[in-house]
């Protein structure tokens, strides 16, 4: 674990910081898919992404999901934050986007390390603005684009955080993210790839225009 903090959360932390979440933080490999959060749930630990994605999910009165955002190799999640600091439930559903490796550091030391360690403080405030930014992002999508331009600008994020310009994911699965129907996905997709976009194979969707 002490390679990984070092490689990928140094160049942040001081090493004392590096050395105490070295000695409390416990390793978790998620698979694809696998739920990591779920709503109402208390947080007792934070995670700290060292290899893969997740996607941070919000779900209606009748149990329809949204995507929110999605957090990458080192991030964190501002909504995990909040929870931590406040013992409040969960607002949101966490999934793994891809397998996943986490390094999760107990909640008692949250606060603990605010005020101990500057670029704690700094790592948790920047985790917040850019969290922000992305619920920002998200509601202007929602509020301003049409459902082609939500959907494309999806399957580019989705290949961005997959570093792959190919995703599998079924029609089903983006209706899901997106709340909205299966039909309405098949036929936008449709459209995208008449439009030189997008190519559709039978159990993926290669996005060209990134």
């Known amino acids: 674990m002490l390679e990984d903090l070092q490689q990928h959360y140094g160049y942040l932390f001081e090493d004392e910081l590096i050395q105490e979440i070295n000695k409390v933080g416990v390793v978790k490999d998620i698979p694809e898919g696998a739920q990591l959060i779920e709503i109402g749930d208390y947080i007792k630990s934070m995670p700290l992404l060292v290899s893969g994605a997740i996607k941070i999910l919000r779900e209606d009165e009748e149990g329809d999901e949204l995507i929110l955002y999605f957090i990458e190799q080192g991030d964190t999640c501002a909504m995990t934050l909040s929870c931590c600091l406040g013992s409040a439930k969960s607002e949101i559903r966490a999934i793994a986007e891809t397998d996943t490796k986490l390094i999760m ?106």
Do not use: C
């Open 105 to 210: 550091i107990p909640v008692e030391k949250m606060e603990e390390w605010l005020a101990k360690y500057k670029s704690w403080q700094q790592f948790v405030l920047q985790s917040y603005h850019s969290r922000m930014t992305e619920l920002l992002e998200a509601i202007d999508t929602i509020a301003f684009l049409k459902m082609d331009e939500r959907l494309f600008k999806y399957l580019k994020d989705k290949a961005m955080v997959n570093h792959n310009d190919v995703i599998y994911v079924t029609h089903q699965q983006i209706a899901r993210d997106l709340h909205t129907s299966r039909v309405v996905i098949s036929r936008l997709l449709k459209t995208l790839e008449i439009e030189g976009k997008i190519q559709l194979h039978r159990n993926n969707i290669k996005v060209i225009d990134l």
